[in-house]
């Protein structure tokens, strides 16, 4: 950790860094506690994205607005609607717990969320907590949690649209229409995106082969058409009901030896009741399906069909037993299913959760207490639990410290996938602890958080028995901090993120860095308005990565570097323009694997 404490003092001289949000605060969030907060007061190390945002950058996927945002690795897999995975605090992928609109997604054969499917137009905002948050939500969160929320709409009647092109032969195009009034909201919208895309692998074929295991120097395109319903009303009386659908169609060309394209289908329908029998009681009740299906082809020939069904129930209560105390009971019910053409040993489980959570303030400090216990229908009971705690040394600075535990269950895939599954396999369980301190000054806000989690049983490809085993042990230390800044007409963005992710396993790979992780990472946006013009760019540098278990095939690092601009030509009329890998860097987040080189876009859009 030395080296990382040298690394963050650095940083906090040159820039400090930011607090609850890199790209603005938002009055209300939701995710760290599962109840409302507002930004400044929560104890969790956390970032939110607006739809303001999104805009502002340009953004054409998640993949845009997450890159380098702290805490955060991606990898993908060759370009645009190709498979995007996402490591939070050098945990693994299938680590994160991913919500729409408070519906967990993901699939349930691989443990992932096809983020690269998400369209970037149907989100409103963005909610990343960074820490162990399975006493609250179950498994998977030991990395931390990603909430997307899609378009809500409400007040005046508003229709909006885009529409862009560039580079590879790109075209999107966006449309919707949001109203419902003080009382009521809702937003209709639909997006699309045609690309033909560029050669996604070099790869090797047998013998030796490596990558995608097949040569195909072709370019590989991507097409996607997505829509979104949300809508609700708060009726006299406290009664809030909230209704919303996202489906999102995809048809991925790749490169493969055994499929080299698919069509997929990332759906999520859900609604919520909240209601207050009294003034110190809300009690809430969410429920919902996701679904990822994918239909797979080799040179147009049909090969397989996987589908994975999730069902959510959640109840919760929310009791104020005095002004600044607060106590929240809930459970969760959650059934997973697979279908398609693989025949799986066992093809579905359900999971149960109780969980309280306690919030108080007394003075300068805040504390926050949770637990859980899951009573899994394979793997039977789990108790997690988390203590957070805050103290106000000023009434712009503040310190902060935690302790979480864990545990993430197996996928299909890991247990019965056939002739690589492991039945025997155990869930992976985690120990966190983290200190941080923030402020705010009267230019902007800052934050800086150092942390460690232990794992254990960590699911990693065991050679001897040729498939996964619980065989690693890692231990993972990091730093983060951030930056937002505003200063006359300019605003600043930054963060840098130090991180050991190793791994401690009892055999050759002992002391390795767990893959595909950067272990230094940083970003820095800059914008500034000038009368009816914009300008803004975005520099994104990561360190080298090692892509296997054994660290002999290193990626090196790489520094990229964005431009935008936009023009305000008419009211809610506004005409933008991006510039991405300015000088052409050649990088791979995962071996084998090319990404974008330089290319431009441009985008009409109207939104009044």
Known sequence: MKNCSMSAAALLLLSQAAF???????????????????????????????????????AKSIQDVLQGTAGINITNNGGEGKSTSIFLRGTESDHVLVLIDGIKVGSATLGTTAFQHIPIEQVERIEVVRGPMSSLYGSEAIGGVIQIFTRKGGGELKPFFSVGGGSYSTYNASLGLSGGGEQGWFNLSASGINTNGFNACNGKPSPGGAGCFTVEPDDDGYKNLSGSLRAGYKFDGGLDVDMHALQSRGNTEYDGSYVNESESVQSVFGGSVRFSPLDIWKMSLLAGQSIDKSDNFKDGSFQSTFESTRDTVSFLNDISITKNNLLTVGADYQNDRVDGTTTYA?????????????????????????????DNEQFGGYNTGSAAWGYALQSDLRITAS???????????????????????EPEQSRSTEIGINGKTHWGQWSSNIYETRIDNLIAYDANIFAPANINQARIRGFEGMLNAQVKAWSFVSSLTLLKPENLSSDANNGNVLPRRAEKSFRFDVDRSISKYKLGATLLAEGKRYDDLSNTRELGGYTTLDLRAEYVFSPGWLLQG??????????????????????????LRYQP
Request: aromatic share 12%; glycine share 6%.
């Open 20 to 58: 609850a949000s890199e790209f603005g605060p938002l009055n209300v969030v939701i995710t760290a506690s599962r109840t409302a907060e507002k930004a400044d007061d929560t104890l969790a190390a956390m970032t939110v994205i607006s739809r303001d945002d999104i805009e502002r950058l340009q």
């Open 578 to 603: 991006r510039v991405e890998n300015l000088f052409d860097k050649v990088y791979e987040t995962a071996a084998f694997y090319n990404q974008a080189g330089r290319s431009l876009y441009v985008t």
């Open 403 to 425: 302790y979480g535990t864990a545990f993430k269950a197996p996928t299909f895939n890991e247990l019965y996938y056939p002739g690589f599954g492991n039945a025997e396999l």
């Open 346 to 374: 066992v093809t579905s489980r359900d999971n149960k959760g109780l969980f309280a959570q306690y919030k108080g303030s007394l003075a300068a400090q805040d504390i926050q207490l949770s637990m859980r216990r899951d």
